[in-house]
């Protein structure tokens, strides 16, 4: 649940050239048991580390990055002690970020060194906390403090390095608790490289700025003072409490629409929405991604319209994926729109819902043979005619063969057998159980 | 240091055509001596050296302009112009080399003084840059001198 998945994979994809500075570590007026030299059984350790603990929007979108490290370069805003500070540019155009916290308080967290939120879903701690019903109340000073960060780094060494510590540590890897899946429905799906836009100039504010096109920060309108999201420090947002941005993050979150699936339950399609202009996004990657809350009956796209129907062979599927990609789903960087379909019933047996489907060559142009036990009871079937409107609970697979295997069905010589084709997953033209 | 200690302490008499030249050095001598002089207030750490830089380009490039490239005075003035240190000879070293025809200066092609052994922004052709970007290298505010 809480691993560093994404930052791993991260590593592997960013070609990274540590530069080794040897700064001259000054002291910074620490206690005599924060020398290095000096040992003390219950001393403070100076923490170095190889690689820093980012989330994917601090890294920026760059692949190719240079990184500086600076061993014990900086001290960690929370416990204070020294630790190995990296620093870089997330991409063009960004300002220089640096990590700011240690190795062991991002892992007790879960969070960013640099951005300190959460790693997982990039939300920020209180948020994190709120939903997933985590209280922990660590200590914040001295020597409790010290002691504590101590111990957890403890028993952090006794692990892969790759799982948090803390109250994170002590509840399970649910991925399907509810509040599991409120956080995954309120995070970004895509990085937000915005945040790493260099700071607003405060010369330009004071309208003395000198240095015009030059200058490397950004000659914008400052925020309002008043906004409480211009009052945010670090070491609020670490503890998860009176933190703005996850106050107006929980206050958007309450405020979303959610989407009620319809009262007639013999509805299972979807109506997707968005697709953009023809062949941005084609039935593959509908496919590919509806394919994952169960089986498809049939997926229609209307590359004109934009937009898509999806028919589910259960009704659990269809709402299943509605509940999961409302709001959410994003294919090749679009925010697609989620509805439920109108039942075909009602559109008429027109067929006007796009593709018609097209009969079976050389069988007799009568109904699709489904043996009368194996009907599902209590479906009464729209219409008469077989091809135009398939009834809703009974599977007919989309029998038509695909344009790009043409020549089979030209002549009528050979039969098309749906489940037959290996291109067809797991879809046999199975009759649904009632429920 | 004035033109006058210069002269008196490489201990020769200048050559033929000194004359023609002493007046812009001294121009150049002058405005350095205001560089110097500035007040830094206002300007910024790194700003504060940048006319210095500049003088000092300038002031080589005329002489060696004359040299090499009008060939106005003679082998020897010149000669006695590097003698002196009135001219940053290192500097003109570079210039004589393809691509740095018109580096500002030694410190921006100094790569063992950058993080990732580099050189300076200012060293990178314009075509290599974006077009939109205006750019001030931080050792001596030159604003791109590799074409």
């Known amino acids: 649940m809480f691993s560093y998945s994404e930052t791993s994979i991260r590593i592997a994809q960013i070609i990274l050239f540590l530069v080794f500075i040897s700064i001259w570590v000054k002291q910074r007026g620490f206690k005599m048991s924060m020398s290095m030299s000096s040992y003390n059984y219950n001393r403070k350790t100076w923490e170095d580390s190889e690689f820093p603990i980012l989330c994917e929007t601090c890294l920026g979108n760059n692949p190719y990055m240079r990184m500086v490290k600076d061993k014990f370069g900086a001290e960690c805003k929370i416990c204070e002690r020294p630790f190995t500070c990296f620093r870089w540019q997330p991409g063009k155009g960004a300002r220089y970020k640096k990590t700011e916290l240690c190795q062991t308080c991002a892992k007790i967290k879960n969070v960013c060194q640099t951005c300190m939120f959460d790693l997982e879903f990039g939300l920020p701690v209180q948020v994190r906390d709120h939903a997933l019903q985590i209280t922990d109340d660590l200590p914040k000073e001295g020597v409790n403090r010290d002691y504590f960060v101590q111990n957890q780094e403890r028993m952090l060494s006794h692990t892969d390095g790759t799982t948090p510590g803390g109250a994170l540590a002590n509840i399970g890897t649910d991925t399907t608790s509810a509040g599991y899946e409120y956080l995954k429905r309120i995070a970004r799906t895509t990085p937000y490289y915005k945040r790493n836009a260099p700071h607003i100039c405060s010369f330009f504010v004071k309208g003395e700025c000198k240095r015009g096109e030059e200058c490397p920060y950004r000659h914008e309108k400052p925020t309002d003072p008043d906004d409480p999201l211009s009052n945010q420090n670090m070491r609020d947002r670490y503890y998860g409490n009176n933190d703005p941005v996850a106050e107006k993050i929980l206050n958007r979150a309450k405020a979303m629409p959610s989407l009620q699936p319809p009262d007639d339950k013999s509805v299972t399609t979807l109506y997707v929405g968005g697709l953009g202009p023809d062949g941005t996004i084609n039935e593959k990657d509908l496919r590919d991604f509806f394919y994952q809350y169960g089986e498809i009956r049939t997926l229609n796209v209307l590359g004109v319209k934009g937009c898509a129907f999806v028919t589910y062979t259960t009704r659990e599927s269809a709402e299943m994926a509605a509940e999961r990609s409302f709001n959410r789903i994003n294919i090749k960087n679009r925010r697609l729109t989620i509805r439920w379909g109108i039942p075909q019933a009602q559109k008429g047996a027109t067929g006007s819902e796009g593709r018609p489907i097209n009969p079976v060559p050389s069988l007799p142009t009568t109904s699709f043979p489904v043996p009368e036990s194996l009907r599902p009871t209590g479906v009464k079937r729209p219409s008469d005619s077989p091809f135009v409107a398939p009834p809703s609970k009974l599977v007919v697979p989309s029998v038509a063969p695909k344009a790009g295997r043409g020549g089979d069905d030209a002549g009528g010589s050979r039969i098309y057998y749906p489940s037959q084709d290996p291109q067809r997953l797991g879809a046999k033209g199975d009759v649904l159980e009632e429920d | ?147």
């Open chain 2, 1 to 147: 240091m004035s033109i006058a200690t210069k002269l008196r302490r490489i201990r020769k008499t200048p050559p033929e055509g000194w004359d023609l030249i002493e007046p812009t050095l001294e121009e150049f001598e002058a405005k350095m001596r205001e560089a110097e002089t500035d007040p830094h207030e206002g300007k910024r750490k790194t700003e504060t050296l940048w006319p210095v830089f500049r003088i000092h380009h300038q002031r080589s490039r005329y002489v060696y302009d004359l040299y090499y490239k009008k060939e106005a005075i003679s082998k020897e003035l010149y000669q006695f112009c590097l003698d002196a240190k009135l001219i940053d000879g290192q500097l003109i070293a570079k210039w004589k080399k393809q691509g740095f025809e018109n580096l500002c200066c030694l410190r921006c092609i100094q790569t063992r003084d950058t993080n990732f052994g580099t050189n300076c922004i200012c060293r990178v052709p314009k075509s290599k840059l974006d077009a939109e970007r205006v750019i001030e290298c931080v050792h001596c505010g030159c604003r791109g001198c590799s074409g």
